[in-house]
């Protein structure tokens, strides 16, 4: 089973300022690499498929970047909507795995 | 815009069976895979399994034992069997859809939540 570390588990930011969430990947997966978004209460939501891929409806402000086993979510211009929790999900090999998660906080 | 809603009883005994059903609105069935995930208390996600139109399921090597996934195609549904649950089962669970060939997870149910007490 493939390990997903995402780092930091929180991250202090300020509203308008640049974020930036790392996910690493024990094994190659390839750009089989999605993000979530969760916010207290709701189910998560699919931002980034294809390591790099906004789904329909995700704001540009959100990309996704990386390969193999590095990759990088980055938020540009925090909006207060986007403090939640991240969670980054290989789908490249089976049983597919999430990350633990990184938390985006208001600095 | 598909919306995925779910149910089933949220309030279990140890040793007893979590049933929940999961229905489709609003989109295609059979061009996609049906999933449950679910997520501890505070902690992060865990693919339960899937099953695609046909009735060809996946399952969680984790939880392969205790899991039945089943399918109504006619009624737009799917549903999960967990059968003796323990202390290590209660969590949120959720239901989600695959698009073919890609195991990611496009849109969401809102989520059951499961307790076990005795």
């Known amino acids: 089973e493939i390990l997903m570390t995402q780092s930091p588990a929180t991250l202090s930011v300020s509203p308008g300022d640049r974020a930036t969430l790392s996910c690493r990947a024990s094994q190659s997966v390839s750009s089989r690499l999605a993000w979530y978004q969760q916010k207290p209460g709701q189910a998560p939501r699919l931002l980034i498929y294809g390591a790099s891929t906004r789904a329909t409806g995700v704001p540009a402000r959100f990309s996704g970047s990386g390969s193999e086993t590095e990759f990088t979510l980055t938020i540009s211009s925090l909006q207060s909507e986007d403090f939640a929790v991240y969670y980054c999900?290989?789908?490249?090999?089976?049983?597919?795995?999430f990350g633990q998660g990184t938390k985006l906080e208001i600095k | 815009q598909v919306q995925l809603q779910q149910w089933g009883a949220g309030l279990l005994k140890p040793s007893e069976t979590l049933s929940l059903t999961c229905a489709v609105y609003?989109?295609?069935?059979?061009?996609?895979?049906w999933n449950w995930i679910r997520q501890p208390p505070g902690k992060g996600l865990e693919w339960i399994g899937k099953?695609?139109?046909?009735?060809?399921?996946n399952y969680n090597p984790s939880l392969k034992s205790r899991l039945t996934i089943s399918v109504e195609p006619s009624k737009y549904q799917f549903s999960l069997k967990l059968s003796s649950v323990t202390a290590a089962d209660p969590a949120m669970y959720y239901c989600?859809?695959?698009?073919?060939?890609?195991?990611?997870?496009?849109?969401w149910g809102q989520g059951t939540l499961v307790t076990v007490s005795s």
């Open positions: 999900q290989q789908y490249d090999k089976w049983p597919q795995t």
């Open positions: 609003g989109g295609s069935f059979s061009g996609y895979h």
């Open positions: 099953i695609y139109h046909n009735g060809s399921t």
């Open positions: 989600a859809r695959g698009r073919l060939y890609e195991d990611f997870f496009s849109s």
